[in-house]
């Protein structure tokens, strides 16, 4: 009952920490109470882009007479396209389970109680350890809306798991979750209305570009409401009303579906993280320095619950930092190139600074902005789409954001990830070949 390390929370964070400290040799051993691979795998990430994938295949042949292929009838099939992506959940579990067999790691499946840094319990069980892992993930945040006690809402899990599409549906937040269910709902028919507090959708991503996928999906049918606070929730003929308040005035959306996706926050109740008495950041995240270790030593907190960025890839390779610091490798996280990706349909994706937060900054830069159409390919494969690429130049030459609509930007933003972590020069990043032709090009015309 003793390791070496353990772990709280089977997500990104904690099965990649547990299968390179497994690798390494030390003994480890990892909680979960619900399933490996946490929100992300199981009812997060994975799960929606199989049916988003599914909704784009749906799209590419209804518009397949573009590109000269003519399909006399096209149809789908809601509950095939929910069993496939449990399929596919399933299969990448087991590939989760496997590799931490693998790698020598014990994994308990129950909730795990904190009663010191170096003493978990777990039911009746008690395990020591010389290093504590924290990554308890994040949860559905559902704001206290009048009325909300009385209508039956969806959250995510409950929309990925709906085997019937609904007339009508109103999303309650227009971030990443709220805009890919819209891409998802929208392509298969349904009405959608999104309602976004922000004058904006997708906070915290590139504005310009953010307006630019609004527009499109606009064209496409969804209704947006900025700037505009729900005030009430209601029943209303076997759906719910929404009522909400914005500049023009008072209003309300009736939809036969109501999804709340107004973001998530870190879990950090129910499993004694307050017997540690760790410090704490002003927004109330537990406070880390840049090798993941929190101010009692011996802890680590990797994932959401450091609010540095609830994205599982920040998550991983902030669980790759905590390891090697427990095994004394030097390596230290970086947050100056963490990809940001919406996977709608164009997707958008951004990595380092934005325009706003240049400005906001007072950080010089040059702005370098050009149509997709300047890449052969992306106009090969899309006909009658637009789409813009951004990158920003900071005054010694160096990259310091790039940021994409159009498909397929979550496959080619690495490549200026690299740039921004590398800090690399104009000149430098020129140098580079790209291959002819990619629509990966498009940065190569962009310098």
Same mark, same amino acid.
């Given at each position: 009952?003793?390791?070496?390390?353990?772990i709280?929370?089977?997500?990104?964070?904690?099965?990649t920490?547990a299968?390179?400290?497994?690798?390494?040799g030390?003994s480890?051993?990892?909680?979960?109470?619900?399933?490996?691979?946490?929100?992300?795998?199981?009812e997060?990430?994975?799960?929606?882009?199989?049916?988003l994938?599914?909704?784009?295949?749906?799209?590419?042949?209804?518009?397949?007479?573009?590109?000269?292929?003519n399909?006399?009838?096209?149809?789908?099939d809601?509950a095939?396209?929910?069993?496939?992506?449990s399929?596919v959940?399933?299969?990448l579990?087991?590939g989760?389970?496997?590799?931490?067999?693998?790698?020598n790691?014990?994994?308990?499946?129950?909730?795990?109680?904190?009663?010191?840094?170096?003493?978990v319990?777990?039911?009746?069980?008690?395990?020591?350890?010389?290093?504590?892992i924290?990554?308890?993930?994040?949860?559905t945040?559902?704001p206290?809306? =009048?009325?909300?006690?009385?209508?039956?809402y969806?959250?995510?899990?409950?929309?990925?798991?709906?085997?019937e599409l609904p007339?009508?549906?109103?999303i309650?937040?227009?971030?990443?979750?709220?805009?890919e269910?819209?891409?998802?709902?929208s392509?298969?028919?349904?009405?959608?209305?999104?309602?976004e507090m922000?004058?904006?959708?997708?906070?915290?991503?590139?504005?310009?570009?953010?307006?630019?996928?609004? =527009?499109?999906?606009a064209?496409?049918?969804?209704?947006?409401?900025l700037s505009?606070?729900?005030?009430?929730?209601?029943?209303?003929?076997?759906?719910?009303?929404?009522?909400?308040?914005?500049?023009?005035?008072?209003?309300?959306?009736?939809?036969?579906?109501?999804?709340?996706?107004?973001?998530?926050?870190?879990?950090?109740?129910?499993?004694?993280l307050e017997?540690?008495?760790?410090?704490?950041?002003?927004?109330?995240?537990?406070?880390?320095?840049?090798?993941m270790?929190?101010?009692?030593?011996?802890?680590?907190?990797c994932g959401?619950l450091?609010?540095?960025s609830?994205?599982?890839?920040t998550?991983v390779?902030?669980?790759?930092?905590?390891?090697h610091?427990i095994?004394?490798?030097?390596?230290?996280?970086?947050?100056?190139a963490?990809?940001?990706v919406?996977y709608?349909?164009?997707?958008?994706?951004?990595?380092?600074?934005?325009?706003?937060?240049?400005?906001?900054k007072?950080?010089?830069?040059?702005?370098?902005?050009?149509?997709?159409a300047?890449?052969?390919?992306?106009?090969?494969e899309?006909?009658?789409?637009?789409?813009?690429c951004?990158?920003?130049i900071?005054?010694?030459?160096?990259?310091l954001?790039?940021?994409?609509?159009?498909?397929?930007?979550?496959?080619?933003?690495?490549?200026?990830?690299?740039?921004?972590?590398?800090?690399?020069?104009?000149a430098?990043?020129?140098?580079?070949?790209f291959?002819?032709?990619?629509?990966?090009?498009?940065?190569?015309?962009a310098?």
């Amino acid at each position: 009952m003793k390791y070496q390390v353990i772990i709280i929370g089977g997500g990104p964070a904690g099965y990649t920490a547990a299968e390179a400290a497994g690798k390494a040799g030390l003994s480890v051993l990892l909680f979960e109470k619900q399933n490996l691979g946490g929100v992300c795998l199981n009812e997060g990430c994975i799960p929606t882009k199989t049916l988003l994938y599914s909704a784009k295949t749906y799209d590419g042949v209804r518009h397949a007479s573009k590109y000269a292929v003519n399909v006399p009838e096209v149809s789908f099939d809601l509950a095939k396209i929910i069993a496939r992506k449990s399929k596919v959940v399933r299969k990448l579990v087991l590939g989760v389970k496997g590799k931490l067999a693998s790698n020598n790691v014990t994994v308990v499946n129950g909730e795990a109680y904190i009663i010191d840094k170096n003493t978990v319990r777990c039911g009746e069980d008690s395990y020591e350890c010389e290093n504590l892992i924290i990554c308890t993930g994040s949860e559905t945040f559902i704001p206290p809306f =009048a009325g909300i006690d009385t209508v039956d809402y969806w959250t995510h899990r409950d929309a990925l798991d709906n085997k019937e599409l609904p007339a009508s549906l109103a999303i309650v937040g227009g971030g990443v979750i709220g805009m890919e269910f819209a891409s998802f709902f929208s392509s298969l028919g349904v009405q959608v209305t999104v309602v976004e507090m922000l004058d904006e959708i997708l906070n915290g991503m590139d504005k310009e570009l953010s307006a630019l996928l609004r =527009a499109e999906y606009a064209k496409r049918g969804v209704k947006f409401l900025l700037s505009t606070k729900v005030t009430s929730l209601s029943p209303n003929d076997g759906g719910v009303a929404v009522a909400y308040e914005n500049a023009e005035g008072t209003g309300s959306v009736v939809a036969g579906k109501i999804l709340m996706s107004v973001g998530r926050r870190p879990v950090t109740k129910g499993f004694g993280l307050e017997n540690l008495g760790l410090v704490l950041t002003e927004r109330g995240n537990v406070a880390v320095n840049n090798k993941m270790q929190a101010s009692v030593p011996g802890v680590y907190v990797c994932g959401d619950l450091t609010g540095f960025s609830l994205l599982a890839h920040t998550a991983v390779r902030e669980a790759e930092v905590a390891v090697h610091a427990i095994l004394d490798k030097e390596d230290t996280m970086s947050y100056r190139a963490i990809p940001g990706v919406v996977y709608t349909n164009p997707e958008i994706a951004g990595v380092g600074q934005t325009e706003e937060s240049l400005l906001a900054k007072g950080i010089p830069f040059h702005v370098i902005k050009l149509p997709m159409a300047y890449s052969g390919r992306f106009v090969a494969e899309n006909e009658g789409v637009n789409g813009m690429c951004k990158v920003f130049i900071g005054e010694d030459k160096t990259i310091l954001g790039a940021h994409i609509l159009g498909n397929p930007a979550s496959e080619i933003i690495t490549l200026a990830g690299m740039a921004v972590e590398m800090k690399l020069t104009v000149a430098e990043w020129k140098k580079i070949v790209f291959p002819h032709p990619t629509v990966a090009e498009i940065f190569r015309e962009a310098l």
